[in-house]
């Protein structure tokens, strides 16, 4: 099992900053990525960011160029830098952590956090 801690979020204007932090605890052999995913409210839950080992990184469009996804691996931890926020990236952040074994791969979440952009 892994537990994953986030940490971070909260309220700001349009233009802030904001930074999230998730760390893995637990048995964390296998992790391959980890990243973000968001969910506002009435809206299907969606890609923000995501790394892999080697730190290649993938970004949704709509936060290319404003966020900035990275990675310890030595500490399994993932940190989402997020500025020029705007009000549509109002949504709950969910920590993404996937593991791979010989016989298995698992998804993990975290438990969420809130991001409120006001304008």
């Known amino acids: 099992q892994v537990q994953l801690v986030e940490s971070g979020g909260g309220s700001v204007q349009a233009g802030g900053s904001l930074r999230l932090s998730c760390a893995a605890s637990?048995?964390?052999?296998?992790?391959?990525?980890m990243g973000w995913y968001r969910q506002a409210p009435g809206k299907q839950r969606e890609l923000v960011a995501l790394i892999t080992t080697s730190g290649i990184t993938n970004y949704a469009d709509s936060v290319k160029g404003r966020f900035t996804l990275s990675r310890d691996n030595a500490e399994n931890t993932v940190s989402l830098q997020m500025v020029s926020l705007r009000p549509e990236d109002t949504a709950v952040y969910c920590c993404h952590v996937r593991i791979r074994t010989v016989v298995s791969e698992t998804v993990y979440w975290g438990q969420g956090t809130q991001v409120t952009v006001s304008s």
């Open positions: 637990g048995n964390r052999f296998g992790i391959t990525t």
